[in-house]
């Protein structure tokens, strides 16, 4: 191999790591984001069942007052998990935090099909409807806060 094929070998392999970076980074700013809201959701969950406000048991049933306080949390630690999907992507922070928020409606839904002979059918339809407002507003205020 002489050097100019060395030369045009290396550059292009140059700009294939580039778009793989690329790639990778905006995997690692959704996956911060998800883990983000899954932590924060699941320590408060935790909290509120060892303060006693929660029932201990993850089936038993909740008042509708105890469904609102966990909606309302998670729908804040949503806006906070897209907003750090956002911040911390490559490009396009918006619509980082709407892949999150489509994870989220994604999952809301799986779990709305799992829990809904529990009871709290309200709170599993919130649990879907919750997660693109939640990125949109994420996704906005790191598009605010970069432009600041």
Excluded: E
């Excluded at 060395?6 to 911060?32: D, K, W, Y």
């Excluded at 038993?60 to 949390?73: E, N």
């Excluded at 729908?75 to 709407?98: D, E, M, N, W």
């Excluded at 489509?102 to 919130?126: C, D, K, P, Q």
């Amino acid at each position: 191999m002489n050097s100019t094929t060395f030369t045009a070998f290396a550059t292009s392999n140059a700009h294939c790591a580039r778009p793989q970076r690329r790639v990778l980074r905006s995997v690692g700013a959704v996956l911060a984001g998800f883990l983000a809201i899954a932590i924060t959701s699941t320590a408060t969950d935790a909290l509120m069942r060892a303060l006693g406000i929660f029932p201990s048991g993850i089936t038993d049933p909740m008042s509708d007052g105890l469904l609102l306080l966990a909606a309302a949390y998670r729908a804040v630690y949503g806006i906070f998990g897209t907003y750090l999907a956002a911040r911390l992507a490559p490009s396009k922070p918006l619509q980082h935090a709407l892949v999150l928020g489509a994870i989220g409606v994604v999952l809301g839904t799986l779990g709305a099909i799992a829990m809904w002979s529990v009871g709290g059918h309200w709170y599993a339809i919130a649990n879907i409807a919750i997660p693109l407002p939640a990125a949109v507003i994420g996704g906005k205020l790191a598009q605010f806060r970069s432009k600041v």
